[in-house]
C-alpha cells in the first residue's frame, strides 16, 4: 500500500476517533448508557491505531529530513549520519506498514468480551465423558497461564470419570478473541482406559465458544422468563438436596433452558444462568455474522459451523493436528498440560492472511 493511500485511510480513522472523544463527553451521551458502552469501546479500539499512526508520520517526515540533509550536506561524517540514520528509518517502515494494515482490518467487535464455554461429550460412551474432562483440564491450565478467572454454571458427570457436559464462564482480558478458535469437535485417538484389549479407540467432545452478552447487548424482559427452584445435586457439601439453590431459567419466547446449580446461594445461581440466557439469545444474531464470516475464512469454520471436526489428539503418535490450517505438532504431552498458545497464535495469523486478502488493503 503506497505511502500516501495508508495516511489517506489513517486521517479518516482520525478524524473518527476525535469525533468519538467529543461525543464521549457530551452529556446526551453520558444519559445514554448503552451507546456510552458502544462509543467507549469504539473509542478502545481506535487508540491502537492512532498511535502506530503518530509514530508512521513522524518516520515519514524524519526520512523525508535525511534525504533532505543528504542532499545539500558537504561534510562527509554528517552525510554518513544522515545516510544511517536513512537506512534504519526505511528498514522499520514496511513493518509498521503491516502492523498498520492488520489494525485497518475491522476487529470482531466480541474478541474483548468474556466466554461461555460448553465441553460436552460425544460419540465414545465413557472414553468421551473422560476425554472432555481432559479438554476441560487443558482449558483450565490455560485458563491459568493466561490470568484468567473460570467458574462452573452446571455440569453432569460421566459414569467413569469426565463430564457428560459441562458449562463455564471465564473472565479476563480477550478471552472469546483467543477461545474462539476451540469451538468444534475434538476428537481423540488413544486406548480407552475403559477398554482391556488394548486397541486404539477414536473418540470425540464438542466445545462451543460463546461471547458472553451484557446488559446492554440485549434486553432480557421479566415477563419472558419462567424461574424454577430445585434441590442441587453432587459435590456441594450439607446444603446440597436440602436447599433449593439450583436455578432453571426457561425464556418463553425461545424456549431457550438455562440451568445453574453451582452455588450454595440461590441469588448466585440466579446471576450465573441469567447471564448465561442473555449470552444464548444474543448468541442467536451473533451465529448469523458467524455464518456468513466462515463462508469466507477456513479458520472460522469453528465457530460458524460448531459440528465441523477441528482437531485430532493421537496419543500413540503424540501428535496434534488442527485440520483447517493442516498444523501438526509433536507435543501432544505439552498441549495437554494447557500449552496451546502456539496453536492459537498460528490460527489466527491465517486468519489474519485471509482478511488481509479479503479487505483489498
Not at 455440569?155 to 470419570?161: I, K, L, Q, R, S
Not at 470425540?204 to 452478552?213: G, R
Amino acid at each position: 500500500m503506497a505511502a500516501n493511500l495508508i495516511i489517506e485511510k489513517l486521517e479518516g480513522v482520525k478524524t473518527r476517533f476525535m469525533e468519538v472523544g467529543e461525543l464521549l463527553n457530551s452529556p446526551e451521551i453520558l444519559s445514554d448508557m448503552k451507546r456510552y458502552v458502544g462509543l467507549n469501546r469504539e473509542y478502545k479500539e481506535l487508540q491502537p491505531i492512532i498511535e502506530v499512526y503518530e509514530k508512521y508520520k513522524l518516520t515519514l517526515a524524519n526520512i523525508t529530513s535525511a534525504k533532505g540533509l543528504l542532499a545539500v550536506e558537504k561534510d562527509e561524517d554528517m552525510r554518513e549520519m544522515a545516510k544511517a540514520e536513512l537506512e534504519e528509518l526505511t528498514s522499520i517502515l514496511p513493518g509498521l506498514e503491516e502492523e498498520i494494515k492488520l489494525l485497518l482490518i475491522p476487529s470482531d467487535p466480541e474478541d474483548d468480551k468474556n466466554a461461555i464455554i460448553e465441553i460436552r461429550a460425544g460419540t465414545g460412551g465413557d472414553e468421551a465423558s473422560i476425554f472432555a474432562g481432559d479438554l476441560l483440564r487443558m482449558y483450565t491450565k490455560f485458563f491459568e497461564i493466561n490470568g484468567w478467572a473460570a467458574e462452573i454454571n452446571r455440569f453432569t458427570e460421566g459414569t467413569a470419570g469426565g463430564y457428560k457436559e459441562i458449562v463455564i464462564r471465564v473472565s479476563g482480558d480477550g478471552v472469546y478473541g483467543i477461545m474462539k478458535y476451540e469451538s468444534g469437535v475434538h476428537r481423540v485417538q488413544r486406548v480407552p482406559q475403559t477398554e482391556a484389549q488394548g486397541r486404539v479407540h477414536t473418540s470425540a467432545a464438542s466445545v462451543v465458544v460463546l461471547p458472553e452478552a451484557d446488559e446492554f447487548d440485549v434486553e432480557v424482559k421479566s415477563e419472558d422468563i419462567r424461574k424454577d427452584t430445585y434441590c442441587s445435586s453432587g459435590p456441594g457439601g450439607q446444603s446440597v438436596n436440602t436447599t433449593y439453590s439450583a436455578i432453571r431459567l426457561t425464556h418463553i419466547p425461545t424456549g431457550i433452558v438455562v440451568t445453574c446449580q453451582d452455588e450454595k446461594s440461590q441469588l448466585k445461581n440466579y446471576d450465573k444462568a441469567l447471564k448465561e440466557l442473555r449470552t444464548r439469545l444474543y448468541n442467536l444474531e451473533y451465529q448469523k455474522y458467524l455464518d456468513k464470516v466462515s463462508s469466507r475464512r477456513k479458520t472460522m469454520v469453528s465457530t460458524g459451523d460448531r459440528s465441523a471436526k477441528i482437531r485430532t489428539y493421537n496419543y500413540p503418535q503424540g501428535r496434534m493436528t488442527d485440520h483447517r490450517i493442516n498444523l501438526t505438532l509433536y507435543n501432544l504431552p505439552s498441549i495437554l498440560d494447557g500449552n496451546i498458545r502456539d496453536v492459537i497464535d498460528e490460527l489466527q495469523m491465517a486468519e489474519n492472511a485471509e482478511r488481509l486478502k479479503e479487505s483489498n488493503i
